[in-house]
């Protein structure tokens, strides 16, 4: 029988008494946020304070990496492995068999044996085929959101059914609450129910839909960004505004709980923003190259923030990988490190990210395959010399740069400082470019003629990977149903 929510935080916390001396963690994921939708990287468009307030008690992370779209980065972050090893390479279809493998060990089983209370609020998508693909079958205690990629805000139907759950139990009660609003006094409720003598600590992964379409922004935020010149955009400017409003709620409650001090607060992206209307939205990664689903740096290095106990106030320049969180949490907290993980997939950079120093990583694999025209391509960067080779997926109005309508670049302080961007971007379907991302970070000049030599250094260092990476991941098991009332559900749900 499934708990209520509140019952279930409870019972959670009814465990064995581990001392406050680990700290919590709390992970805010923003979806298809762009670089340049945050203040913190120069844009004053969206006053974004509350995700300013984390950067800025903490660290600002100046090179995180994140896969290209919404599943692959989700299953990443959860499993600690890359998607050549998990073939998550695309986001997961509504209605289809497609989940992440349920035999790997995800980051909040690991987190429970380590003695946290564990809830997730939010988007999931990675799998709702089974029961035993929901949150709740991989680790969480208690779960609030939606099982799917994309559905209404209000209504929460997607693709012809409703998809809105408490644990497993499909919750109508709450059609027609905006969905920001909902997640935000989810997660407040929770934070409520611990304070800084609470007998163990909570790991929460709060998961907004803000800011993916469909564009649908309550209008007094929509009214802030009247002067806007695009409708997209300014849906996308109040989709950011009021998602960042509801953090301001949710660390606010942390203070007020007493549980700021002991708690590592993290803010990410999941992947570069869709831009210049592609997906039919405007959120933007300028002066980056590119945008969601493209193997550009506007596809993949993403917004990134963290605060809390041992980390100091800065920025860091190390490179970070979106699976490096597994390990490098469980290092932060003193826990059992994590099995199963090999060459490509994630490492703890905690060493250097606590004291700003040296990242253990000098590398990213952004995706790879045997062939050079599967889904997104084959990128790989090596102490800031990058190759890529995109594939089939990469998205024609995303090919260049484009500034956010009701932006003169010319006097926007971007804290990535870049020359005008050429007429002409350089087209790396059919080879491979070379880009020296520390030094030309927006991917202006192909240096490739000037530099086979480390083409071919680079293309050495990926082969083993290509060599290994697994296809895409295939349906497993049965198909998600709508039931009689209208809802998505698992198939072997009672």
């Known amino acids: 029988m499934q708990l209520p929510l509140q019952a279930a935080i409870l019972a959670a916390m009814c465990g064995v008494a581990l001392g406050a001396t680990k700290p919590n963690i709390l992970f805010i994921l923003a979806d298809d946020l762009g670089w340049n939708d945050v203040e913190v990287h120069g844009s004053p468009q969206i006053q974004t304070g509350n995700i300013n307030s984390i950067c800025q008690r903490g660290t600002r992370l100046n090179r995180y990496y994140a896969q290209p779209v919404c599943s692959p980065t989700r299953s990443t972050l959860m499993s600690g492995r890359h998607v050549i090893h998990t073939g998550v390479y695309s986001p997961f279809g509504q209605g289809t068999a497609n989940r992440l493998n349920v035999t790997f060990k995800l980051l909040p089983e690991y987190m429970k044996e380590a003695g946290y209370d564990t809830h997730m609020v939010g ?107 695009n409708t997209q955009r300014q849906a996308v400017c109040a989709l950011c505004k009021v998602m960042d409003d509801a953090i301001g709620q949710v660390t606010t409650t942390l203070d007020k709980q007493g549980l700021t001090e002991n708690t590592i607060l993290i803010f990410a992206s999941d992947n570069g923003g869709p831009t210049n209307e592609n997906e039919g939205t405007w959120s933007s990664n300028y002066p980056l190259r590119g945008g969601k689903n493209s193997m550009w740096e506007g596809g993949t290095r993403v917004a990134g923030c963290i605060a809390g106990p041992g980390l100091k106030v800065g920025e860091w320049d190390g490179f970070m990988h979106v699976s490096d969180w597994m390990p490098t949490l469980l290092e932060a907290v003193g826990a059992t490190p994590p099995t199963g993980l090999v060459s490509g997939d994630g490492q703890s950079v905690w060493q250097g990210l606590s004291t700003l120093g040296n990242s253990s990583r000098d590398w990213i694999l952004y995706e790879a395959h045997p062939d050079n025209t599967t889904v997104h391509g084959n990128a790989f960067m090596s102490k800031g010399m990058k190759i890529v080779q995109t594939g089939a997926t990469n998205p024609s109005n995303e090919f260049g740069w484009v500034p956010p309508p009701g932006q003169d670049p010319k006097v926007t302080p971007y804290t990535v400082s870049c020359p005008t961007p ?73």
């Open 422 to 494: 050429p007429e002409t971007p350089a087209d790396c379907s059919h080879h491979y470019c070379l880009f020296d991302v520390v030094n030309d970070p927006c991917e202006h000049n192909d240096i490739s003629g000037q530099k086979p030599e480390v083409v071919q250094e680079l293309l050495q260092k990926l082969m083993p990977f290509k060599n290994a990476a697994v296809p895409p991941t295939p349906p497993d098991g049965c198909k998600p149903i709508i039931n009689s009332q209208g809802a998505w559900r698992p198939c072997d749900s009672p």
């Open 123 to 229: 988007k999931w998508h990675l799998g709702q085929n089974t029961l035993s693909s929901l949150p709740t079958g991989r680790g969480f205690d208690t779960y609030l959101g939606y099982w799917s990629g994309a559905e209404d805000y209000l209504s929460h139907v997607t693709t012809g059914a409703y998809d809105f759950a408490n644990g497993t139990v499909t919750a109508f009660e709450y059609a027609g609450a905006y969905s920001t609003y909902t997640f935000t006094d989810t997660a407040v409720g929770i934070l409520k129910q611990y304070d800084a003598t609470s007998p163990k600590p909570f790991f929460m992964y709060l998961a907004y839909q803000n800011v993916h379409w469909p564009l649908e922004a309550p209008q007094a935020y929509l009214d802030m960004f009247a002067d806007v010149p």
